[in-house]
Structure formats: structure tokens, C-alpha cells
């Protein structure tokens, strides 16, 4: 039909002819863009422009061939030209077409997606609001689902998870109960952003319930990249609830999928075998996570010279990964080779407030904390700041505690803390990290019950959200030993708190013995607390938990095994004294 109407422009002395030709190629450009063929209707936007600059001037039709040669360029990952072009339609339209017309929303919808995606927040936002002014009384579903997940998303950047939920809420009661074929992926991607969102809220059961939804349409469409992204996602929820079983089997089909549809060479599939390794490290096997971590490497240094946009995100995704696990294994000189990559790939591309730049800023900062290179660390810090990184408060704080600048410590903790509370509440991890942070400065500060009292709530946290999480649990009771022993003295709930450390680490745990050492100079301090108010019945109590913790884990020392017993038989005379003056005084002998 559009090469017989094509043929039949031959009369070039028509005066029309140019406009009439360029309407004709604008339709074959747009049947091209709905089949999918981006870079072919790219073609043809662009002929038009070169061999008929003046077919639309100043006329809608220009308008559309900008929008259209802006939505290819956004599909083709050309960001900065996409947005050029949104805007050269927007000023023609705004001279030939009433502001409300839905071509304005439509504009407003692809500039917010452009910035949003840029880093650009609160224009992405004042953009998609503008959309949705004229959407809504039209009442088009479809948009409105668009919109209500793109302000989620945004929301969720800056912190606003309520709003977060309220938007992506909003998108699923849009959603009809009979899903046509065609908005099965609109209902996916609804699932998935939902549970991505209440996993960062660590609603995790509900989380768990939405991904559990995604992954049943899933099965039934097998939408292979959406289903990967929903595995992942799902991996990710596991791995927060240290249920790392069910993490490996998510991540497992995800790689599973990558590989199906991308192939083994694509750096999407290259995340997938870094999120393996990711899970071998937190599992503690750290020759599987480096296999899966050099197959990783292998597959990225293919795509690192790639010119296209999505696998310079994906480089930059894995360099950054790959700096992480350096980091959490020491390595620090790797560390800073992978973020400074990272970093490399992700400014020139986004603008310096982008969510993952200001991560990259953050992830270095913390590794020149580590190395003690405060100047560097400070230098990117700043930026991590300027972009509204709440965390960076954390690693601020860090550093200065580690310069004994107590003060400035605990004023960045502080600023972390009140965001925390603010955006997610009481019960929830970064929270947690922060109340510990606030233990840990106000006992470098000799405040010992304000810093007991930080460090009781974050136990407390962790206890009801995370009680698989032994390490972190155990290691905030031995810090509330040492406070607490501190304050006023109280060994003996300095040595409970060792003692339920103990009880929940595994038996060959490193920690294990030091600890241990701890309640025995605690178990020493009572024994002496004890006889000196002449409470001989106590203190014999608690000489005989110290030779059962000698006997128990030091079985080999000797001398610590004959210091006791001794103590033991000294208490015991002193017992068998106070025992007699109860009889002679009572006529009785009392039981003990």
C-alpha cells in the first residue's frame, strides 16, 4: 500500500510534492517503529530531515517527526539527543496546538523518562506531573500506569517510599483483572518494580508475595528477560533475609535465562555470574565466588570496548560489583581499580546527582576511610553528599571516629540517623546501622549509658527484622559487654550478653574463643565483687562458670585451670565458715 502510494508521487512539479513524499516516508518510518525495527524507522526519520528539511515546518506534523526521531534515539540509549529533539517538538507544538492536548503529555512523558533516567530528579518529576495533568481526566490507562511507575520510581530514589508505594498502588488498580497479551509486560513490570520497593521497605514477606505473583505470570508467558529481572530481584529479597538457599536458586535460573536469551557473552549475563559470586562470598566460599567472579571478568573484558550505552552500563554495573568483593576480602589496591573504572564509564554518561554515580562516589569513599586516605575520602564524600547520599553520613562519621574526632562523628551520625527514622522507620536495617554507629561514637565519648542505650535498639532491630543474621547479632552483643561493663560496672549482664554471643555463633566461629577470654576476666571481676560484701554463695557461683568455660575452651592452660581451683577451695573455706555462724547463731543448719 505505501510503495504503491510512493510510486505514485512522480509529479515533482507539483507544489506539494515534498510535503506530500515526506507524510509518506514519516508512515513507512512509523510502521518500521511499531514493528520493532528501531534502527530502520531511524532511517527513514533521519532521510526525511536531510532530503525534505522545510516538508513540515512549523506545522504538527514536524512536531511528530521530532517525538519520533526522539523515541528512537531514547530506544537506541542517545539520551542527550533524545532530549534535544523532545524539546524542538515541544516548542512547535506550544505555537500550533492547545496545551492540553495529549501530543503536550505525551512530550512531558518521554522528557521525564529522559531526565529521570539522567539523574535529573526534581525536573523529571515537574515533567511527569505535566503529563499527568493532561492524562488524567482522559483517563488512558495504559499512560497513566506509565506515569504512576516512573513518579514511583523517582520517589524511591529520593527516599520517598511511602510515595513510592502510593504510585506503584495506584498503577496496579489501573490494571484490568484480564490482562490482554500485550499489557502482560505493563502487569510484570508493575510486580517487579512493587516488590523491588517494599524489599528496600523490608516488608519482606509482602515482597515476597508480589515476586511470588510476577513469577507465576511469568511461567505462563515466559517473557525470558522480564522473568530474569524478577529472578533477581527475588535473589536479592533472599539474600537480605539470609536465606541463602532460596537466594542461590533464583540467582541460578536467573543466569539460566541470561544465558538462553542473550548468551553467554553479554554483559547482563555477566551480572548474573557476579551475583553468584556475590552469594559464594556471603555464604563463605570465597574459591566458588572467585570462579564465578573470573568468569565474570572473562566476559566483561569482550564488551569492554563496546561503544553501545547498555553494555557501558552493564561494565560499569560489574566494575563496581567486582570493587565490592575486593573490598569485603581486603583487597583494596583491586578495589579502587574496579570503582575508579566504574566511575570512568558512569560520569560521562550521567549526570554527577545519578543515583549510581553518587553509589560509586560513596563505594570510594569508604575504601579511602579503610586505607586511611581521609583527604581522597573526604574529596569523594563531599560528592556523595552534594547528591543526597543519607549514607554518606555513615561514612563520613566512620571517618572522623577513626581520627578521634568524636564530635563530628557523632554529628554525622546523628544527620543518618533522623533521615533513617524519617524515611523508613524504627524497624529497619539502616536504622539499625546507625543506632549502632550512635553506640559506637558515645563510647568513644565515655557516655556509656547513652551508647548501651543506641546499641540495645539496634540489637533489638536486628533480632525482630534479621535472626538469621548471627554474625551481626553476636557482634553488637559484645559490643554491648564492653559498654555496659563500663557503665556502673554491670559484669554480670556484660556477661549474659557474651554468653547468648556465644550460643548463637557456630562452634568453630573465630570470635568464639576471644569472647570467651572476655567472661573470664568477667567471671574474675564477680568473684572479687562478690567477696568483698562477704557473698561467698555468688561469688563460688560464678568461679565454677569460669572452670566450666576453662574446661570447655581451654582445656590446655594450665596455669588459668589451677588459678581457679584455687579460688574455688579459698571460697569454699570462706563458705564453710559463714555456713558454721549460721549454725551457731540459729541452732540450725541452713541448706545452701
Not at 230 to 236: D, F, N, Q, V
Not at 251 to 270: E, F, I, V
Not at 301 to 328: I, P, R, V, W
Request: hydrophobic share 40%; with cysteine.
Amino acid at each position: 500500500m505505501l510503495a504503491q502510494e510512493l510510486s505514485l508521487l512522480v509529479d515533482d512539479t507539483d507544489p506539494n510534492y515534498s510535503r506530500h513524499l515526506a507524510t509518506v516516508m514519516f508512515n513507512v518510518a512509523t510502521v518500521y517503529w511499531l514493528r520493532g525495527d528501531h534502527e530502520k524507522a531511524h532511517e527513514w526519520f533521519v532521510e526525511i530531515k536531510e532530503l525534505y528539511p522545510g516538508a513540515f515546518t512549523d506545522r504538527p506534523e514536524e512536531a511528530f517527526l521530532w517525538s519520533n526521531l526522539a523515541a528512537v534515539d531514547m530506544e537506541r540509549g542517545a539520551l542527550d539527543t533524545a532530549l534535544t529533539k523532545c524539546r524542538a517538538a515541544l516548542a512547535i507544538l506550544k505555537d500550533t496546538m492547545p496545551s492540553n492536548h495529549q501530543s503536550f503529555a505525551s512530550l512531558y512523558h518521554n522528557i521525564g523518562i529522559i531526565l529521570c533516567q539522567q539523574g535529573h530528579l526534581d525536573c523529571a518529576l515537574e515533567h511527569l506531573h505535566m503529563a499527568l495533568k493532561i492524562w488524567e481526566p482522559i483517563g488512558n490507562r495504559e499512560n497513566l500506569v506509565s506515569v504512576y511507575l516512573h513518579l514511583g520510581y523517582i520517589q524511591m530514589q529520593r527516599g520517598e517510599l511511602n510515595e513510592c508505594e502510593m504510585f506503584y498502588e495506584k498503577a496496579m488498580v489501573l490494571l484490568p483483572e484480564e490482562i490482554p497479551s500485550g499489557r502482560t509486560r505493563l502487569l510484570l513490570d508493575v510486580d517487579t518494580k512493587v516488590g523491588a520497593v517494599l524489599t528496600k521497605q523490608e516488608k519482606l514477606n509482602v515482597a515476597a508475595a508480589v515476586f511470588t505473583n510476577a513469577r507465576e505470570i511469568y511461567g505462563h508467558t515466559m517473557i525470558p528477560h522480564l522473568a530474569a529481572e524478577c529472578y533477581s530481584k527475588m535473589m536479592l529479597l533472599y539474600s537480605r533475609k539470609y536465606q541463602f538457599d532460596k537466594a542461590m536458586t533464583y540467582a541460578t535460573r536467573a543466569l539460566s535465562l541470561r544465558k538462553q536469551t542473550l548468551g553467554d557473552d553479554h554483559p547482563y549475563t555477566a551480572v548474573a555470574y557476579c551475583h553468584l559470586a556475590e552469594l559464594y562470598h556471603l555464604m563463605g566460599d570465597d574459591s566458588r565466588a572467585l570462579e564465578f567472579f573470573t568468569k565474570c571478568k572473562t566476559r566483561l573484558l569482550k564488551k569492554a570496548s563496546s561503544t553501545s550505552q547498555e553494555d557501558k552500563n552493564a561494565c560499569a554495573c560489574l566494575y563496581q560489583l567486582m570493587g565490592t568483593f575486593h573490598l569485603n576480602k581486603l583487597e583494596f589496591a583491586q578495589a579502587q581499580e574496579y570503582y575508579t573504572k566504574a566511575l570512568q564509564i558512569r560520569e560521562p554518561l550521567l549526570s554527577k546527582k545519578h543515583p549510581e554515580v553518587t553509589e560509586t562516589y560513596l563505594l570510594l569513599g569508604r575504601l579511602h576511610v579503610r586505607v586511611c586516605e581521609y583527604d581522597a575520602a573526604r574529596k569523594y564524600l563531599d560528592k556523595a553528599l552534594e547528591s543526597g547520599s543519607i549514607e554518606a553520613h555513615i561514612d563520613m562519621g566512620d571517618m572522623y571516629l577513626f581520627r578521634k574526632q568524636n564530635e563530628e562523628a557523632r554529628e554525622h551520625y546523628a544527620k543518618a540517623l533522623d533521615s533513617y527514622r524519617s524515611i523508613y522507620g524504627e524497624n529497619h536495617h539502616l536504622t539499625c546501622v546507625a543506632y549502632e554507629r550512635m553506640g559506637a561514637v558515645y563510647e568513644a565519648l565515655h557516655e556509656y549509658a547513652q551508647s548501651a542505650s543506641n546499641l540495645k535498639k539496634s540489637l533489638q532491630i536486628l533480632l525482630n527484622k534479621v535472626p538469621d543474621a548471627v554474625g551481626n547479632i553476636a557482634s553488637i552483643m559484645i559490643q554491648l559487654s564492653n559498654v555496659v561493663a563500663l557503665h556502673n560496672a554491670s559484669y554480670e549482664e556484660a556477661l549474659d550478653y557474651c554468653r547468648r554471643a556465644v550460643a548463637i555463633l557456630p562452634e568453630n566461629h573465630p570470635q568464639i574463643k576471644p569472647i570467651c577470654q572476655n567472661m573470664l576476666q568477667y567471671c574474675k571481676l564477680l568473684i572479687d565483687a562478690y567477696g568483698g560484701v562477704s557473698n561467698w554463695a555468688k561469688a563460688l557461683e560464678f568461679c565454677r562458670q569460669a572452670q566450666k568455660l576453662q574446661t570447655q575452651f581451654f582445656p590446655d592452660d594450665v596455669e588459668y585451670n589451677c588459678e581457679f581451683e584455687l579460688i574455688a577451695q579459698k571460697i569454699c573455706e570462706k563458705l564453710g565458715h559463714t555456713i558454721r555462724m549460721s549454725i551457731n547463731e540459729h541452732g540450725a543448719k541452713i541448706e545452701l
